[in-house]
């Protein structure tokens, strides 16, 4: 086979990986003998690779099928007569075809299969913050982080998946233990509407799919995760949670108040963790129940009623989209466990957004608004604007400034819950961040 046919097919590749319009052409009566891609076509129409239509047309104007691509490829691989170079793209459209192949009764060897299967994506981020929490000192930092994020097949259902990040305070220059740490690792299976994660996966309570992130749980868990369903779908997870980042910020930390009243919040010990959670989503509606359950002999020194050694939260989550731009949301979450008063059992937060930057898009952009209440619920929110132990009203934006490059900028401006022993309880922060994605 000819060069020409590596071109033809890498052309070939492209258009059967996005699904987009075929736009070559042959010596079929609808083909003009100048259009570039003539003799790439006039090649592949000669190895028999491309055969037109019974009415003597190619019609390149119209969108392939995967079906149709896996046709050509099972036909290049039937050619003996190829070069290395040309051997090496056909087993790459093996790879990416191998499923329609196989229903074609084209064998595809393991090796080929997952040859290119391990992708790598990442980025290099810089965050800046500034919190302000009226009676102390005001706080900013510089953070660098480099994550990387390498997914590989195992077979058509599982994959393997995990996380690497590697932190530098830019304030001391100095890196966290100067390693880097494994923040995920986990297993994936997918089954239609049935999947299972297995390993150190996310933790993200359902109300998270607003812009201002979760009022519950913004971190990792260790364990298994089954979820099913496809408009109504159900969600279970049980495993271990790291307490080291719970119920604490510049404004509140649990620890710190209870040691003052003679009891503790011990942080080194880890918690059993088990979540249900049912989500619908249909027609631009949304709507859940959760309820999550963690048990550990951390919370049983002054932190629970009757100092039992469990804390059980339950939360509602609603959301309407209006369209494709504007999203409305609410949620709200109890925990009913606490040993404390009514207004520090309860989280929650309501939302507007509006579009949203899209990494691929140069010049996409979003903006929220929110107004969001932290407490006792909040195991470990996401607190890019609002912080633990606050209230108030939070402005989010964000900007692809150039392809895989995205701003963004929050700002918090509210209050403590309960006000301090000065009778100070005014709270601010604001947020920063530049991402390059790869």
Do not use: C
Not at 72 to 82: F, I, L, N, T
Not at 145 to 173: C, G, I, Q, Y
Not at 337 to 366: C, I, N, P, R, T
Not at 406 to 412: E, N, Q, V
Request: neutral net charge; glycine residues 10%; hydrophobic residues 35%.
């Amino acid at each position: 086979m000819k060069k020409t046919l590596v071109s033809a097919l890498a052309t070939a590749l492209v258009v059967g990986a996005a699904s987009t319009t075929f736009a070559a052409a042959n010596p079929f009566s609808d083909v003009p003998r100048d259009h570039w891609a003539y003799d790439a076509v006039t090649q592949l129409a000669a190895d028999g690779v491309v055969e037109g239509y019974g009415d003597g047309t190619f019609r390149g104007d119209r969108n392939i099928t995967r079906y149709e691509m896996a046709q050509m490829v099972a036909k290049a691989m039937a050619k003996g007569d190829m070069s290395a170079s040309d051997r090496a793209l056909v087993d790459r459209l093996a790879a990416e075809f191998a499923d329609e192949l196989n229903n074609l009764g084209v064998r595809v060897s393991n090796l080929e299969r997952n040859a290119d299967m391990v992708k790598w994506n990442g980025k290099l981020e810089y965050t800046y913050t500034s919190q302000r929490v009226e009676g102390q000192d005001r706080e900013n930092n510089n953070n660098l982080k480099f994550r990387l994020e390498p997914s590989a097949e195992v077979n058509s259902h599982w994959h393997v998946n995990a996380r690497l990040d590697a932190d530098t305070n830019m304030k001391t220059d100095a890196g966290t233990d100067g390693k880097v740490s494994l923040k995920r690792a986990w297993a994936q299976g997918d089954y239609d509407s049935f999947m299972v994660k297995l390993g150190k996966m996310e933790l993200l309570s359902s109300e998270a799919y607003a812009a201002p992130g979760a009022i519950v749980f913004d971190q990792e868990f260790s364990g298994a995760e089954v979820s099913f369903g496809k408009d109504l779908q159900v969600t279970l997870q049980a495993g271990r949670v790291n307490l080291e980042d719970t119920y604490k910020s510049k404004v509140l930390d649990v620890h710190t108040a209870l040691v003052a009243d003679g009891n503790s919040y011990d942080r080194s010990k880890t918690a059993n963790y088990q979540h249900i959670g049912l989500q619908y989503n249909k027609n631009g509606f949304l709507a859940g129940a959760d309820y999550y359950r963690l048990g550990s002999a951390a919370f049983s020194d002054g932190f629970t009623k009757n100092d039992k050694e469990k804390v059980g939260i339950w939360g509602l989550n609603l959301g309407y989209r209006f369209d494709k731009n504007s999203f409305l949301s609410g949620a709200y979450a109890h925990n009913s466990s606490l040993d404390d008063s009514s207004k520090w059992k309860k989280s929650y937060q309501v939302s507007f957004d509006y579009k949203g930057a899209q990494s691929e898009d140069k010049g996409s952009w979003g903006a929220y608004v929110a107004y969001r209440y932290l407490g006792g619920a909040s195991v470990s929110a996401t607190q890019d604007g609002a912080l633990f132990g606050s209230k108030g009203i939070e402005l989010g934006t964000n900007y692809t400034a150039w392809k895989n490059v995205i701003l963004s900028a929050k700002y918090f401006n509210g209050k403590m819950i309960e006000k301090d022993a000065a009778g100070k309880d005014k709270v601010s922060q604001l947020f920063g961040r530049v991402e390059f994605l790869f």
